[in-house]
C-alpha cells in the first residue's frame, strides 16, 4: 500500500511539469498593434482645399478626435486590412487673418497617431471681428438645409414656461433658404408648430463673443429669442436657474420692436433689475435685420444692438450664485408662442404664420496667436 502511493505521488510530481511545457509550447505570439501615417503635418490654404495621407494599421482604426467645423475628414475609420489607406482632409476657407490649426487623432488599439492640421491666414479678413477677436465658427445659411452642427428640438406644446406651440423639426419650421434661416410659427389641425434649434450643443464654447443678425416676427403671442445655455448640463445636480442662463435677445410681439438681453443666475432670475435685464426700442426690430450680439469673458457679460451696449453685468462675486458663467454654453434660436412672457396679453391668431428671419451666426473667441 506504501510503495503504491509513493509512485502514484512520484507520476503525479512528474507530470505536472510535462503539461505545463506542453501548453505553452503551441502559443502563437500576439503581433503588437501599430498604427502610422505617411505625413503628420498639412498646411492648407487659406482658401480652402483638400489634402491626403495614408495610414496603414494592422488593427481596426478609427478618428478619436472630434474634427473643428471647418474641417472634413474621410474616411474616419476603417479595418485592418494589411494595407494603406488614403485618408482625406479638406478645409473651408479661412476667413481670418490668422492661422488656424487643428489636430487629428487616430487610434488602433492603444496605440495613437496626430496629424496636425494647419491652415493659412488669409489675405484679408472676410467677416468683421471685434478687435482682438477671431472667427471660430460660424453659419451663413448658404445651404438648402440645416448642418451637422444643429440640433433640432422636439417638444409638445406646455414643455416649458407655459408655451403653446409645439417644437418638430424639418423645413416647415427650420428652412434654410436664400442664405437665411427662417424659423416658421404656423397653426394647422388647431396646433401650432415652431422651431427651436441649438448649435453645437455637445461642446459650446467658453467666453467670446457671439453675435446674429436676425429680423423679427410681428404679432401678439410671438417670442423670438437668441440665447445661451450651459453644454452637457445636468439638470438634476444643477438645476435651472443657477446653472446659468444667457438671453442675448429676446422681444414679446405684445410690445412690438422692445429688445431685451437678460442674464439668469441663483443671485439674478427674472428680477428686471437694472444689474440683470436690459431693453432698448429698436423702431425696425420687426421689418429690418439687425445684430444682436454679446461679449461674454471671464470677468463679464455685455450685450449689444448694432453695436450699442444694453446690459452690462460684471459682478465683483464671482462665486456660483452670482457667476455660474465659467463653463461652456452653446447658442440657440427658437420662436415661441404664447406663454408666460410671449401671451402675457394674450395672443393674437391672426399673426400666424409668422417667420423669425436669421441671417447668420457667429461665433468669435480671444486671437491666440498675435
Excluded at 482658401?47 to 495621407?53: D, I, L, P, R
Excluded at 484679408?124 to 471660430?136: N, S
Excluded at 423669425?356 to 486671437?367: A, G, W
Amino acid at each position: 500500500m506504501k510503495l503504491k502511493t509513493y509512485l502514484s505521488a512520484l507520476f503525479l510530481a512528474l507530470s505536472f511539469p510535462l503539461t505545463g511545457c506542453g501548453s505553452s509550447s503551441g502559443d502563437d505570439p500576439v503581433p503588437a498593434v501599430t498604427i502610422t501615417v505617411s505625413n503628420d503635418a498639412l498646411t492648407l490654404p487659406a482658401a480652402g482645399g483638400s489634402q491626403s495621407f495614408t495610414l496603414s494599421a494592422n488593427h481596426e482604426w478609427g478618428l478619436v478626435s472630434t474634427p473643428d467645423s471647418w474641417l472634413k475628414v474621410s474616411p474616419t475609420s476603417g479595418l485592418s486590412s494589411g494595407g494603406a489607406v488614403q485618408i482625406t482632409v479638406t478645409a473651408a476657407a479661412n476667413p481670418n487673418t490668422l492661422s488656424r490649426s487643428a489636430s487629428l487623432v487616430f487610434a488602433a488599439g492603444t496605440e495613437r497617431k496626430t496629424v496636425v492640421v494647419t491652415q493659412e491666414a488669409a489675405t484679408t479678413a472676410k467677416y468683421d471681428a471685434p478687435e482682438g477677436y477671431e472667427l471660430v465658427w460660424h453659419d451663413e445659411f448658404d445651404g438648402t438645409q440645416l448642418s451637422d452642427d444643429w440640433t433640432e428640438e422636439q417638444k409638445p406644446a406646455g414643455w416649458v414656461n407655459n408655451e403653446l406651440q409645439t417644437y418638430i423639426k424639418g423645413s416647415s419650421v427650420n428652412e434654410v433658404k436664400d442664405g437665411h434661416l427662417l424659423i416658421h410659427c404656423y397653426q394647422e389641425g388647431g396646433k401650432v408648430y415652431s422651431g427651436r434649434v441649438y448649435a453645437k450643443v455637445k461642446e459650446g464654447w467658453t467666453y467670446g463673443y457671439f453675435e446674429a443678425r436676425i429680423k423679427l416676427p410681428s404679432g401678439k403671442g410671438t417670442w423670438p429669442a437668441f440665447w445661451m445655455m450651459p453644454a452637457n448640463n445636468n439638470f438634476a445636480t444643477n438645476p435651472w436657474p443657477g446653472c446659468g442662463e444667457i438671453d442675448i435677445m429676446e422681444e414679446v410681439g405684445a410690445d412690438p420692436n422692445i429688445v431685451s438681453s437678460t442674464i439668469h443666475c441663483n443671485k439674478y432670475n427674472n428680477g428686471n433689475t437694472p444689474t440683470e435685464h436690459g431693453t432698448l426700442k429698436v423702431p425696425t426690430a420687426e421689418s429690418d435685420y439687425h445684430v444682436y450680439a454679446c461679449e461674454w469673458t471671464a470677468s463679464k457679460l455685455e450685450f449689444f444692438v448694432d453695436g450699442k451696449s444694453i446690459l452690462k453685468y460684471e459682478p465683483a462675486d464671482k462665486t456660483k450664485d452670482f457667476w455660474p458663467f465659467n463653463v461652456p454654453f452653446y447658442p440657440i434660436l427658437n420662436l415661441a408662442w404664447g406663454g408666460s412672457w410671449g401671451g402675457y396679453k394674450g395672443v393674437d391668431a391672426s399673426a400666424l404664420p409668422a417667420t423669425m428671419s436669421v441671417d447668420y451666426v457667429r461665433v468669435f473667441q480671444r486671437s491666440l496667436t498675435p
